[in-house]
């Protein structure tokens, strides 16, 4: 892989996590091997999936790049994909993310990214998920619009970054099903509360079923968006696994 500093904490998550990207990056919605991917002609895949993608993540980091860049291009890099960054910066104005710049590191890209996924999902809520959402979050707000909750969202994020990841994960975990076809998300923190899980089952599907803003144009970003949705996600998970046990991240 190309060498890249953004993607070497993959090297900490766990094996279910890895096979749950690799699964993204080498599979379609319908479960067959997309015809564009290389790494599942690897020995190092052959040989350890699925029971050890921690022994070849560098070859799922390397997938990763290599969709993130168009085959041409990749071609003039002596094989090798984009920096991750770049997919980074990509993927943000594929989706509407602003406020944003390429010079702008891929970790806060990425944070500005499932801001604007979260936005988005609130917006689809009625008034009672909201209200319900708030009341999970126990959070007392006058009001229930999505603005209010945006910033009770962000303000947990700041104060409990578990419960921030604990909400994150589900909300994300619908969006990738969405783009996808099926839910790779992992929650990682115990069972979901029965006010929160609106945003699952027949509700969830509902509101789904109107997200027609984000219809991704193009196999490559079908591929690249919920990749990059999830690798922001078990960034965020590990760096909040650094804080809470004491480790050094990388």
Not at 62 to 76: D, K, P, S, Y
Request: glycine letters at 6%; a negative charge.
């Amino acid at each position: 892989m190309r060498t890249d500093i953004d993607l070497e904490f993959l090297q900490y998550c766990s094996n279910t996590e890895l096979r749950e990207l690799c699964d993204m990056l080498t599979h379609d919605e319908e479960g067959n091997i997309r015809f564009s991917e290389k790494l599942t002609e690897k020995d190092s895949y052959m040989e350890n999936y699925p029971d050890n993608c921690k022994s070849f993540w560098k070859d799922i980091a390397m997938e990763l790049q290599l969709f993130g860049g168009n085959t041409f291009a990749n071609i003039f890099r002596h094989g090798h994909g984009p920096a991750y960054e770049s997919i980074v910066y990509d993927v943000c104005k594929e989706m509407g993310v602003e406020n944003i710049d390429e010079h702008d590191t891929a970790e806060d890209m990425e944070k500005a990214l499932l801001d604007k996924v979260t936005e988005k999902m609130l917006d689809e809520l009625t008034f009672e998920q909201r209200k319900q959402v708030m009341k999970d979050l126990n959070i007392k707000r006058r009001t229930y619009n999505k603005q209010a909750i945006m910033a009770a969202l962000l303000l947990t994020r700041r104060i409990n970054l578990r419960l921030y990841n604990y909400v994150m994960s589900y909300i994300l975990r619908m969006v990738t099903q969405m783009l996808i076809g099926r839910g790779v998300l992992t929650a990682g923190f115990g069972l979901l509360s029965r006010g929160l899980s609106i945003m699952m089952g027949p509700i969830g599907w509902i509101v789904l079923s109107g997200w027609t803003a984000w219809d991704i144009a193009g196999p490559a970003y079908r591929v690249t968006v919920p990749a990059v949705i999830q690798v922001a996600f078990l960034r965020m998970k590990y760096n909040t696994n650094c804080l809470t046990n004491n480790y050094e991240c990388v």
